[in-house]
């Protein structure tokens, strides 16, 4: 399917959409840095697995990585976040203008109320 | 006239609600008959709008539209996951309008009687793909509320 909107909006969506992943974002933003261990605790997986999570969660650049040592700290990053936000405030307005625009169609149209049951109205 | 409208939106979907003077069956109709559709859809600054429908789950929906002036074709298209007459109706949404872009998302709309009038709850969900699979058991946790949190801190 062609996708006419940005890359980086779908990646976010899609990041968000695992309830893990959801659960990695909401301790990195309680916690700020943690380290890969600290992030594989509260769950009941393999390093590997959560490792899997975090690597999606990096390629949809909502998290970055700085590995110092043997240690690798994991942070948050807000701009993706903030742009899904102004896809949902783009869409709120799109909504408000359509139901703006059936009320009117609802208001204008008031003999359609008793055919309402009837399949066509003139 | 009865107008309320609230809006509630958290990071992963938005939720508007609305009531008009009219019956709940004369509003569902209005929002699914074909005829009609294209009387209101697309609000006012679009022409020629061309309505497949086909209102039954599993049915598929699309919403072509012109805009004015500048000519640009819209499409809108999903299908439908849920359809109770006069009730309720979920179905996906897809649109590949460059201002209101969506793919894969998620709509739920019901029509609810208060009084002479008509409720309609809209609720917008930005993402279809993993909740099908889940069986729509996507509860956001509270983990989601700091997610929100920090990106208002952030902004």
Known sequence: MVKHYSEQLDRTFFAISDPTRRAIIGNLAAKGTCSVLELAEPFKMSLPAISKHLKLLESANLITREVKGRVHYLKLRAEPMSEANDWLSGYSKFWINQLDS??????EDSSGEENADSDHNK | MLTAITTNKTASSLKIQRTVSASVERV?????????????FGCQYVTGIKVVQNLSVGGQYQVQMTTDPDGVVITVHGVYQEVIPNAKLVYTWNSDSVEYPAADTMICVQFIARGQGTEIVLEHTNFALEKSVEGHSLGWTAS????????????
Not at chain 2, 31 to 37: A, K, S, Y
Not at chain 2, 146 to 153: C, N, R, Y
């Open chain 2, 144 to 155: 989601f509320n700091k997610i929100t949190e920090f990106v208002q801190a952030a902004i």
């Open chain 2, 28 to 40: 569902y109709k209005a929002w699914t008959d074909p005829e009609q559709m294209r009387r209101w």
């Open chain 1, 102 to 107: 059936l009320e009117r169609f609802l208001m």
